[in-house]
């Protein structure tokens, strides 16, 4: 089962590969980019920083010598003093056995079996001699006549021994002092159970020279002895009394050793830019450690873990250009697309690095932090947000912010400033409406980028000196920005076709030659696409596209008609038609020209590839149904494929919005009563209609989608094909007697009564009614 999943997954990915293979048309584009990535990661991973001088102690620094990144350096002293304190805390480790009171007894036994034998004194002071090493033979003497009385030797064996033996199972020690010196306990381990106790008070303990002078204490209370036994008592047990408890040293050593090494080295941080010496000045010896660990964190010319952690990180962060997070490749990316996102990359990139070398030759680190924030990043991010959708431009802010990150040599948090930064820029670009928009930005993303940068200062504990040079930074960078997305948006158009937001805004302007030739030539089909075009922007904002440019796209997707306008309804001003006069097949011909010929104004105008492809998708393959039907009644057999648009499909949301839109606004001409309610019925058939067709299989619309859609269409239609309220017809004649007066008090001749009662016909019906639109105008339906 479990192998089954695994191939299972495996075959999925190979399918996802599949399909982003055919679904995007990078080509070398691809290549290109992961190309670029390779060469960022190697530049970021080359190390241009000269290793630092090495000085030894007592030596005269022939330079400075500054911190070029935060190490932190081992306090050696510090450390050692710290194991010395432990250690001093370690309790000692004593073995506790019973061994020693056997031993005991046996003596005690054998000495009084010598004083109860008797004979000759000097041979048995002798035998205790023997026992008893330290008693010359005139004391072993006067010990044995003491030890061989009788209440003598019952007092030692009933009231002491027991004692004796009580102290022993507690522990006794040679020397309680040496239990005591620096030390909060003693650890007791008994070599027969094997347990181990830990004694912290070591006061409880006695030695053997306490128990003998607490026995000595008892002789004395005990008024049946005489001096003379209490002193040979004192003696024997004096002389051959062990101790039970005894010290250790290896077990001791060993732990202190384990617990030596467990604790951590005492270190202290060497901030990035600290002077660690001076020229001229003497190196001292923490001088010396400070160098030497500075000199081994130093790497070697080339990082190639560094290299390759980046480039893995990289391609990971990379695969956002082609698939969303739901899964899908999103709109197809072309080479050009790829090669752009790879020049923007590389030129950055590179241009990161020349500034941080650059810095690096300053003394002033707090002018080389100035120059990694005075880097424009988000003037190079809201450059991409005039292209590409908002997964892609993140895609790339995040691409920028990692590589910039690694030129410049710094942390995490020089990476959120840039990327939230490059965030900030791409908001207000696209909601910037014009040039001047674009312009007035600098505010509020130089206002922006100082919050985002106090809060990585925060994080980073940037000293309080730094301030003024980075604020000034910042203000540096949102200039540059500025700069960048008005010097390079031209260059970006010219080179790569695009069409940028400042392009499609211009392409709206009224004044531009083929709006006007549309104006002009064909009024009826330019009022079709500014309804077209309102209804495209609200759909576009509905379901999240690209409004502006699906906006444009609809004001230019008839351009087509400029040839032949004469054969297309909306132009023919309620004449004849001339369709009636032809066959269908040239018909066809006429109406299919149309998005041959919007391709070659689009190409000649210079409209850009996305609206040259949104104009040839419009239509994608569907069948012109009228004049197909028209051959079919004629008795023609006519073949489907000659009266369908060549296509193709549309690829991405706003060419398949536009279709729609088209589609539905043509056929709305056609309600007799355009109430909301049939108008929405109408809508939703038209809607389902090209969808049940398959035109909307390639672009990604989702049924919330046309959904959201069919409402926004629906609100546009309902508004413009408003009623109006008729005027009485009392209140128009004395409309009119009042204009006729007038008239004839400004000019008092009879001409220009001729005027106005000739302008009278014109917008009152036979019947006296004024029409409905009589005061709207094609030209009053304006984009903004």
């Not at 072309?334 to 990139?349: A, E, R, V, Y």
């Not at 190079?380 to 990150?405: D, K, P, Q």
């Not at 001003?573 to 006429?590: F, M, R, T, W």
């Amino acid at each position: 089962m479990t192998a089954q999943k695994k191939t299972d997954k495996s075959a999925g990915v190979f399918l996802l590969v599949q399909r982003l293979k055919a679904h995007h048309r990078c080509g070398r584009g691809f290549c290109f980019l992961v190309g670029t990535l390779l060469f960022l990661s190697i530049l970021a991973g080359v190390n241009f920083n000269v290793m630092p001088r090495m000085y030894v102690s007592g030596q005269v620094a022939e330079s400075d010598v500054i911190a070029e990144h935060d190490i932190m350096v081992e306090d050696s002293r510090a450390t050692d003093a710290r194991r010395k304190q432990i250690l001093l805390l370690q309790p000692p480790v004593y073995d506790l056995s019973m061994e020693p009171f056997a031993i005991f007894q046996n003596r005690t036994m054998e000495i009084l079996r010598i004083a109860n034998e008797g004979g000759e004194r000097k041979h048995a002071a002798a035998a205790l001699s023997h026992l008893i090493e330290d008693v010359t033979p005139d004391v072993a003497e006067e010990v044995l006549a003491e030890i061989a009385r009788h209440d003598v030797q019952e007092y030692l064996l009933k009231d002491l021994m027991p004692l004796i033996r009580e102290n022993f199972a507690e522990g006794l020690v040679t020397d309680l002092r040496s239990g005591r010196v620096g030390r909060t306990g003693v650890i007791i381990r008994n070599l027969d159970t094997g347990a181990e106790t830990l004694r912290p008070d070591v006061s409880t303990l006695h030695d053997v020279q306490s128990f003998l002078a607490e026995i000595a204490s008892r002789n004395r209370q005990n008024a049946g002895l005489t001096p003379q036994a209490r002193r040979a008592v004192n003696i024997v047990l004096a002389a051959i009394m062990p101790a039970s408890l005894t010290l250790n040293r290896e077990a001791t050593q060993k732990r202190a050793e384990s617990v030596a090494e467990s604790v951590k080295p005492v270190y202290y941080q060497i901030q990035k830019g600290e002077m660690i010496v001076r020229k001229g000045e003497r190196v001292s010896r923490e001088q010396q450690i400070k160098l030497q660990a500075l000199h081994d964190s130093s790497s070697g010319p080339m990082r190639w873990t560094n290299a390759g952690g980046s480039f893995l990180c990289a391609l990971l962060v990379s695969i956002g250009f082609f698939v969303s997070p739901s899964g899908r490749p999103g709109t197809p990316l072309q080479s050009k697309d790829m090669l752009m996102i790879s020049l923007l990359l590389l030129l950055s990139g590179i241009g990161a690095k020349a500034a941080c070398l650059f810095g690096l030759r300053l003394d002033s680190l707090h002018v080389q932090n100035a120059f990694a924030v005075a880097f424009p990043a988000a003037g190079i991010v809201g450059l991409v947000a005039m292209i590409f959708a908002a997964r892609r431009y993140c895609t790339m802010g995040l691409l920028l912010a990692f590589f910039t990150m690694l030129m410049f040599q710094a942390g995490y948090t020089l990476f959120i400033y840039y990327f939230l930064g490059g965030m900030l820029g791409t908001w207000l670009m696209v909601r910037a409406q014009s040039r001047q928009d674009v312009v007035w930005s600098i505010v509020p993303l130089t206002v922006g980028q100082c919050v985002i940068w106090a809060g990585t200062a925060l994080l980073a504990n940037v000293s309080f000196e730094e301030v003024p040079f980075n604020l000034i930074a910042v203000a540096v960078n949102s200039i540059f920005s500025l700069i960048i997305l008005f010097a390079a948006s031209p260059v970006v158009e010219m080179l790569f076709g695009y069409s940028t937001r400042f392009r499609l805004m211009e392409l709206m302007s009224l004044e531009q030659p083929l709006m006007q030739e549309m104006m002009m030539a064909i009024p009826g089909t330019y009022h079709h696409s500014l309804v077209v075009a309102n209804m495209v922007e609200a759909g576009c904002k509905g379901v999240g596209a690209n409004s502006l440019l699906c906006k444009v796209a609809a004001l230019y997707h008839d351009v087509g008609k400029l040839c032949y306008p004469e054969y297309y309804i909306e132009n023919q001003y309620g004449g004849p038609n001339k369709h009636d006069k032809i066959a269908p097949s040239l018909s066809v011909l006429i109406l299919l020209s149309h998005v041959k010929k919007g391709i070659e104004f689009a190409e000649r105008y210079n409209l850009g590839r996305e609206i040259t492809d949104i104009i040839q998708q419009h239509h994608g393959t569907r069948l012109i149904q009228y004049f197909y039907q028209k051959a079919q009644k004629l008795g023609e057999k006519p073949r489907e494929s000659d009266y369908c648009y060549p296509g193709p499909r549309p690829q991405t949301r706003e060419a398949a919005i536009l279709m729609l839109a088209d589609s539905v606004e043509a056929s709305s001409r056609t309600l007799a009563d355009p109430t909301p309610a049939r108008i929405r019925g109408h809508i939703d058939s038209i809607i389902k209609g090209i969808f049940s067709e398959g035109q909307l299989d390639e672009s990604e619309l989702t049924f919330k989608d046309l959904h959201y859609l069919s409402e926004n269409f629906q609100r546009i239609l309902t508004g413009i094909f408003h009623q109006r309220i008729a005027y009485p017809e009392a209140k128009i004649s004395n409309i009119y007697q009042n204009s006729k007066m007038s008239a004839d008090a400004r000019s008092g001749g009879d001409r220009e009564r001729n005027k106005v009662h000739s302008f009278l016909p014109s917008a009152a019906e036979p019947d006296g009614k004024v029409r409905p639109d009589a005061d709207s105008a094609p030209s009053r339906g304006m984009v903004r």
